[in-house]
């Protein structure tokens, strides 16, 4: 009878996964990723993989979730820095965003949201709490009141950035790096200026929508990073 593994082999057996998921993700992008992609990735034979996962869906919502937060809590570490000025923040967003363990370029946000459509519907409700849980965290991190005007404004040029980047390039890709650096100039801009007004808002966050909030933030994570990532190779 096989040896039951303790729970700090489980542990090690999760991170090796995830980290081998993670280049794997980096190389395929999530959309063409197999079972037997992942068994190959992590050396692992189907049984033992159910062992830990339920399906391949959850399992790489795992990867990426795991991915974000590190991410975020990087970006939360940061945050004196970013509120210094413009040119800081960006110094800032250009050192997280091409950072090689993150999936920036490997993802977009529907990616998640196709993950979520397969899970069990308690997934998407944890994943709309976190998320309103992490704006708000960023916002207190920035020494910003979170707010409706703020959260609005950063939602639509998030959605703008997203635009950008995943049209097809039609006007020139020298174009399109230029437009993508210029709306990440925008975004860091505003929350600079958001960290001067402090205070005046006074519209609570609370008006807003957890659906919103899910789907903006994720843009915000993941596009964001691409963006800068694109610009950065320029």
């Known amino acids: 009878m096989p040896r039951k593994l303790t729970d700090a082999e489980v542990d090690a057996q999760k991170e090796f996964m995830y980290e081998r998921t993670v280049?794997?993700?980096?190389?395929?992008?999530?959309s063409s990723i197999t079972l037997d992609d992942i068994l190959d990735a992590v050396q692992m034979a189907k049984g033992s993989f159910y062992k830990y996962y339920v399906s391949k869906e959850l399992f790489l919502?795992?990867?990426?979730?795991?991915?974000?937060r590190v991410f975020f809590d990087k970006m939360i570490q940061a945050a004196p820095k970013i509120r210094q000025n413009k040119d800081s923040a960006i110094e800032v967003?250009?050192?997280?965003?091409?950072?090689?363990?993150?999936?920036?370029?490997?993802l977009l946000p529907e990616d998640t949201e196709i993950l979520l459509r397969k899970a069990p519907p308690s997934y998407r409700?944890?994943?709309e709490e976190k998320s309103k849980n992490n704006f708000i965290t960023f916002c207190q991190a920035m020494s910003?009141?979170?707010n409706e005007e703020f959260f609005g404004?950063?939602?639509?040029?998030?959605?703008?950035?997203?635009?950008?980047?995943?049209?097809?390039?039609n006007f020139g890709e020298t174009g399109q790096k230029k437009a993508i650096l210029i709306m990440m100039q925008a975004i860091c801009g505003l929350i600079i200026e958001e960290t001067k007004n402090n205070g005046k808002k006074k519209n609570s966050i609370r008006n807003c929508s957890s659906?919103?909030?899910?789907?903006?933030?994720?843009?915000w994570v993941f596009v964001g990073g691409c963006a800068l990532s694109a610009e950065l190779t320029v």
């Open 93 to 106: 967003m250009r050192d997280l965003f091409t950072n090689k363990d993150f999936l920036f370029m490997s």
């Open 61 to 68: 919502y795992e990867v990426i979730k795991k991915n974000e």
């Open 153 to 169: 404004t950063l939602s639509y040029l998030m959605l703008a950035l997203q635009a950008i980047i995943t049209s097809p390039g």
């Open 144 to 146: 910003i009141v979170p």
């Open 211 to 219: 659906t919103t909030f899910g789907s903006r933030l994720l843009s």
């Open 125 to 127: 409700k944890q994943e």
């Open 23 to 30: 280049e794997l993700i980096s190389q395929k992008g999530i």
